[in-house]
């Protein structure tokens, strides 16, 4: 009887090639951006190879010179494939195969795997099948003879790993499930989401790049016990946990997936749905890595995402996390603290926090209180007592400053949502 392999075994040795045009993009951090990624799916980097071009080669993304060179370290190093750090068009992927004899992928295709070994929740699964269908779809003509490798990047895994025996029609066919499938769901979170607006509740969205501490952050202010590693993308499906702020009031934070630089639209468009719980968010909190040297690009990165995604007008927290950090590096470098102190120019708030040891929460805590305070009303009102259980309503849905029984009914003053000022003023 044959042995069944375990995929996750064989260890794939992977060369990583990049290409530095003249647009003022810094391929050296991204190839080393694109290594975490590769690690992060199971592979080895061997070697890298970056060439300077004006263009990317419409044909074979590298140049015949910089082919012969990967050849080479293909002997030299035993690599098994190839990654391309910007996504590769059908023919170039075909005719690099070709070339070099070896299995190709891109960036998108590594993010795609890992997002598929990543995805536990149903719409999770969903939305990584749909952006691995959309990114198949364009490429199967004339790629018969390599569908199966195209069944995955890194090992063959994940929602959407199944081989390709099948034609455009059905690959389409199943694209149009799917939709179907994700608008059921998107129906089901407008729902929830109608209902938090009933109830004058809150909302935070924790949005950053990938590995900044999103996790990290929502575990320690909820307790929310999610997965939170040193890892790119370590969680994908979103988690909404409520927190009670220092004066009582409450607020729902919803941690949503990393963005990273060239994310594909492919994965943009198919967790729409997921990263509207931000365009629906009365608030942004923003967490950035500070201790990260490509701080200031990753910040860059989210916001354009967020304005493609067009959330925009929000009133935007940036939360300079892992500050215990920076000092560290502050302290090997022999600088003053002062040297490296972070700043964000187009927050509405900022704050420096760990979310690792807890410095600086109480001062987040402190803010948020401060925006819901804004947006709210201040109420001085007596009421009589046969109308009490309003006090129960202010109690639940705004901040009860104070509360006083008198003889001619209950003494209160208080900050209440704007749209229920009317009814409790009556």
Same mark, same amino acid.
């Given at each position: 009887?044959a042995?069944?392999?375990?995929l ?9 090639a ?11 951090a ?6 975490d990624?590769a690690?992060?799916a ?9 060439q ?13 010179? !910089?082919?012969?060179e990967?050849?080479?370290l ?14 590769l068009?059908?023919a170039?992927?075909?005719n690099?195969?070709?070339a ?10 590594v993010?795609? /795997?890992?997002?598929?070994s990543r ?6 699964k ?9 990114y ?10 390599s569908?199966s490798?195209?069944?995955?990047g890194?090992?063959?895994?994940g929602?959407?790993?199944? !081989?390709?025996?099948v /034609? ?5 066919q ?6 179907g499938?994700?608008? /059921? ?11 938090r607006? !009933?109830?004058?509740?809150?909302t ?10 999103k996790s ?19 969680t ?5 946990r ?9 607020i729902?934070?919803?941690?949503t ?22 365009r ?11 201790a990260?040297?490509q ?9 354009e ?33 002062s ?6 120019f187009?927050? /509405?708030?900022q704050?420096k926090?760990?979310?690792k ?20 009303v201040?109420?001085k ?6 109308q ?7 109690? !639940? ?7 006083e ?22």
């Open positions: 009887m042995e069944l392999i375990d996750k075994e064989i260890e794939e040795r992977v060369i990583l990049a290409v530095a045009t003249q647009d003022g993009t810094d391929a050296a991204s190839l080393d951006e694109l290594e990624l690690r992060t199971g592979a080895v980097c061997v070697a890298k190879v970056i300077n071009r004006e263009s990317v080669h419409p044909g074979t993304y590298l140049g015949k010179g !910089k082919i012969e990967v050849k080479e293909v002997w030299e190093t035993g690599a098994t494939g190839l990654i391309c750090d910007d996504e068009s059908p170039q992927l075909r690099l195969e070709e070099l004899e070896l299995k190709v992928m891109d960036r998108t295709m993010i795609l /795997d890992i997002f598929a995805a536990h929740t149903r719409e999770g969903i939305q990584v099948e749909l952006a691995q269908l959309r198949r779809a364009v490429r199967l003509v004339g790629m018969r003879a569908l490798r195209l069944g995955g890194i090992g063959t895994r929602p959407g790993e199944k !081989k390709l025996e /034609d455009r029609r059905l690959i389409h199943r694209i149009g499930q799917l939709k499938e994700l608008e /059921d769901v998107k129906r089901h979170r407008e729902v929830t989401r109608q209902q607006e !009933k109830n004058h509740v809150v935070a969205a924790i949005v950053g790049y990938t590995n900044a501490g990290t952050l929502l575990n320690r202010l909820t307790g929310a016990g999610i997965l939170a590693e040193d890892k790119l993308f370590a994908l499906d979103p988690t909404t409520s927190y009670t702020l220092p004066d009582g009031q409450q729902l934070l919803t941690d997936v990393g963005f990273i630089r060239k994310l594909p639209h492919h994965l943009i468009e198919a967790f729409r749905s997921t990263l509207e719980e931000a629906y968010s009365d608030i942004i909190l923003q967490v950035v890595d500070c990260n040297p701080m200031d690009l990753q910040m860059h990165v989210v916001r995402t967020l304005r493609e995604l067009q959330i925009v007008d929000k009133t935007v927290v940036t939360v300079f996390n892992k500050i215990d950090r920076l000092r560290e590096i502050a302290e090997e470098q022999g600088l003053p603290e040297a490296m102190v972070p700043r964000d187009d927050a /509405d708030y704050v926090i760990s979310a040891t807890g410095e600086g929460l109480e001062e987040l805590g402190q803010i948020l209180e401060q925006i819901i305070r804004s947006s709210r201040f109420l009102k007596t009421y009589p007592y046969a009490a259980g309003r006090i129960q309503a202010i109690r !639940k849905y705004g901040q009860l400053l104070k509360e029984y008198l003889e001619e009914g209950i003494a209160v003053e208080a900050y209440v949502p704007a749209e229920l000022f009317g009814e409790l003023i009556r």
